[in-house]
Nanobody, 114 residues
Framework: QVQLVESGGGLVQAGGSLRLSCAAS???????MGWYRQAPGKQREMVAT???????EYLDSVTGRFTISRDNARNTMYLQMNSLRPEDTADYYC?????????WGQGTQVTVSS
């Protein structure tokens, strides 16, 4: 079993920065991890993913502004978000893949004011 706990969300002005963290508990092997977000009235979308060897992928609209990283020894993942825009406002969810399951965190809210 894996439990994912996100932290670091909050309210920030446009142009500001936030750093999200996702801590995974449980002695399991986690392969790819990712950050997803869901804005009100919209579908959940992939923001960024990172493999165990730190290969990354990004949503086009966040490329160059967001950076995903992870610490395998601590089973922790991060999302550094810079130059935030009002359209980045959403609930952000952490995702982790093991050999047989996909886990989700409870989400952390990010609100960017204009």
């Amino acid at each position: 079993q894996v439990q994912l706990v996100e932290s670091g969300g909050g309210l920030v002005q446009a142009g500001g920065s936030l750093r999200l963290s996702c801590a995974a508990s449980g002695m399991v092997f986690i392969s790819t991890m990712g950050w997803y977000r869901q804005a009100p009235g919209k579908q959940r979308e992939m923001v960024a993913t990172i493999t165990r060897s730190s290969s990354t992928e990004y949503l086009d609209s966040v490329t160059g502004r967001f950076t995903i990283s992870r610490d395998n020894a601590r089973n922790t993942m991060y999302l550094q978000m810079n130059s935030l825009r009002p359209e980045d406002t959403a609930d952000y969810y952490c995702n982790a893949n093991t050999i047989d399951r996909i886990y989700w965190g409870q989400g952390t809210q990010v609100t960017v004011s204009s």
